[in-house]
């Protein structure tokens, strides 16, 4: 492994370890129902890439704020994604049994406490939101774009479409752009554009948000296409659920539209447009964001 590979695995495990330890504590003090509490931190501490967080710390850093005044913020985005995911792995949704390698929370923890579960992830992450000590009007600006990532018009509308275009002739490629640029892609890019929105000052403006944006959204597309990718050519053990559920479920993906060939090549056209974006910047932070690019194209899990 070469010396710029290291020092991004051990960047990477840095950002995703202080993710860990806050997530970890971020129901402390709290008076939970201890079931409830349980149902949460199964889903939210049983591992994952923090992708997410990581990109919200990583552009923050980059545009001058400090880590642990983000922490915060990042890690509730997290909480949105675990909630979306417990929810996805519904039977009534994906009707999954697997997810980071356990069973999904509906099969320890039955169907309801699955919802509600979720349903406290989603409303405890504006609250830890809410909390970040940086000026109230760029914290309500990043709160209202995670809001509108999470929403109708974001994860929950792309949710909407899947459900409505599986196995019917309503999926093309068209719907199915539209689809990931709001289940999977919405969240990546605000993760990106939120960092971007609580740095604003005289030095970071409009450039900046419009650089998170672009990068967010490519490597957005990039990762649900590698995504769609692994479901055939991954294997369970590296994956931590299923492969070929996507086939079974008769869903749309990439590969079935433009095949495996062109799915890898669109997967790294969009890393190459999100490496772009960070043209403008300098430091340890692009260097970072570039290599993570990349990793998300080339990962096996």
């Not at 349980?38 to 880590?67: E, F, H, Q």
């Not at 994906?94 to 989603?122: C, F, Q, W």
């Not at 409505?164 to 999926?171: D, E, L, P, R």
């Not at 994956?239 to 590969?255: C, E, F, H, I, W």
Request: glycine share 8%.
């Amino acid at each position: 492994m070469s010396p710029q590979a290291d020092d991004f695995k051990n960047y990477l495990n840095e950002l995703s370890s202080l993710v860990e330890a806050n997530l970890s504590k971020c129901f402390a003090d709290l008076d939970v129902p201890a079931k409830l509490l349980d149902s949460m931190n199964y889903s939210l501490l049983a591992g994952g890439k923090r992708i997410r967080p990581v990109l919200c710390l990583s552009w923050a850093k980059m545009l001058g704020i400090k880590t642990d005044t983000v922490l915060d913020f990042a890690c509730a985005i997290e909480l949105i994604h675990t909630y979306s995911l417990m929810h996805d792995d519904l039977p009534s949704m994906d009707n999954d049994d697997l997810r980071r390698g356990k069973p999904t929370s509906h099969k320890v923890y039955g169907e309801a406490m699955a919802i509600l579960a979720g349903d406290g992830l989603l409303t405890h992450a504006f609250y830890l939101m809410s909390g970040t000590n940086l000026l109230p009007e760029h914290v309500l600006a990043a709160c209202r774009e995670m809001a509108m990532a999470s929403g109708p018009a974001g994860m929950v509308g792309g949710q909407i479409v899947d459900i409505m275009a599986t196995g019917t002739s309503k999926m093309d490629l068209a719907v199915l752009q539209r689809m990931h640029a709001m289940k999977t892609g919405a969240l990546i890019r605000s993760s990106c554009v939120s960092a971007a929105l609580l740095a604003q000052s005289s030095s970071v403006g409009r450039s900046d948000i419009a650089n998170a944006a672009g990068f967010g959204k490519s490597i957005g597309l990039a990762f649900q296409i590698v995504d769609d990718i692994l479901d055939i050519t991954g294997d369970e053990a590296s994956l931590g659920k299923p492969v070929g559920s996507d086939q079974s479920q008769d869903k749309a993906t990439y590969p079935r539209f433009i095949g495996l060939e062109k799915s890898m090549s669109l997967a790294q056209e969009n890393t190459d447009q999100a490496i772009e974006c960070l043209n403008q910047y300098s430091g340890r932070d692009k260097e970072f964001l570039k290599d993570l690019a990349q990793y998300i194209v080339d990962r096996i899990n």
